[in-house]
T-cell receptor, first 117, second 112 residues
Framework: GAVVSQHPSWVICKSGTSVKIECRSLDFQATTMFWYRQFPKQSLMLMATSNEGSKATYEQGVEKDKFLINHASLTLSTLTVTSAHPEDSSFYIC?????????????FGPGTRLTVT | KQEVTQIPAALSVPEGENLVLNCSFTDSAIYNLQWFRQDPGKGLTSLLLIQSSQREQTSGRLNASLDKSSGRSTLYIAASQPGDSATYLCAVVGGGADGLTFGKGTHLIIQP
């Protein structure tokens, strides 16, 4: 149980275009979803937290107009990287939780590797 | 702001040895602490989750302890195997955020 999928697993796009990444909880309802980013040789950094039906909360330094997050249902959240640039190339990982507080375990997706050329 | 530190940054040991990975965090007001492994180019595999009220968790050859008051956790790996080679990440929830704050990881190599 507690399976989270991401699509696509990898994507290459040209500078200036937009890319959408999907995160789905397959066998449970995810009240809260989180998006993390991992640059090469570095650890994961939280980008934003989203609750179903609400606007996402972005971490300091993350541009909300560049990284659009939509959590329209209890099983799906999307991250859209708008006007992507090479510096946005990274490994993006989502996680999903059944609750809204930090007591609830987060279940991670397999990640999406984005390369912007 | 919560900060998580992992020591050592890298470790290489012969197969069969028992080893300890260390994790410390600056804000003890955490909900839980989690250990993950990450293989090169891959996502995260959750190893152990310790709730703030717990002292330790065990799974197979892995044992994780939590001393919340001192802001420390250790991951003990018994009888290490080459398949244990990976980067091990420690992460906490709390200290002002519901998302996980990750350490930079310990890159572990088990020599056959």
């Amino acid at each position: 149980g507690a399976v989270v999928s991401q699509h696509p697993s990898w994507v290459i796009c040209k500078s200036g275009t937009s890319v959408k990444i999907e995160c789905r909880s397959l066998d449970f309802q995810a009240t809260t979803m989180f998006w993390y980013r991992q640059f090469p040789k570095q650890s994961l950094m939280l980008m934003a937290t989203s609750n179903e039906g609400s606007k996402a909360t972005y971490e300091q330094g993350v541009e909300k107009d560049k990284f659009l997050i939509n959590h329209a249902s209890l099983t799906l959240s999307t991250l859209t990287v708008t006007s992507a640039h090479p510096e946005d190339s990274s490994f993006y990982i989502c996680s999903a939780s059944t609750g809204t507080s930090g007591y609830y375990e987060q279940y991670f997706g397999p990640g999406t590797r984005l390369t912007v050329t | 702001k919560q900060e998580v530190t992992q020591i050592p940054a890298a470790l290489s040991v012969p197969e069969g040895e028992n080893l300890v990975l260390n994790c410390s965090f600056t804000d003890s007001a955490i909900y839980n602490l989690q250990w993950f492994r990450q293989d090169p180019g891959k996502g995260l595999t959750s190893l152990l989750l310790i709730q703030s009220s717990q002292r330790e968790q065990t799974s197979g050859r892995l044992n994780a302890s939590l001393d919340k008051s001192s802001g420390r956790s250790t991951l003990y790996i018994a009888a290490s195997q080459p398949g244990d080679s990976a980067t091990y990440l420690c992460a906490v929830v709390g200290g002002g955020a519901d998302g996980l704050t990750f350490g930079k990881g310990t890159h572990l190599i088990i020599q056959p």
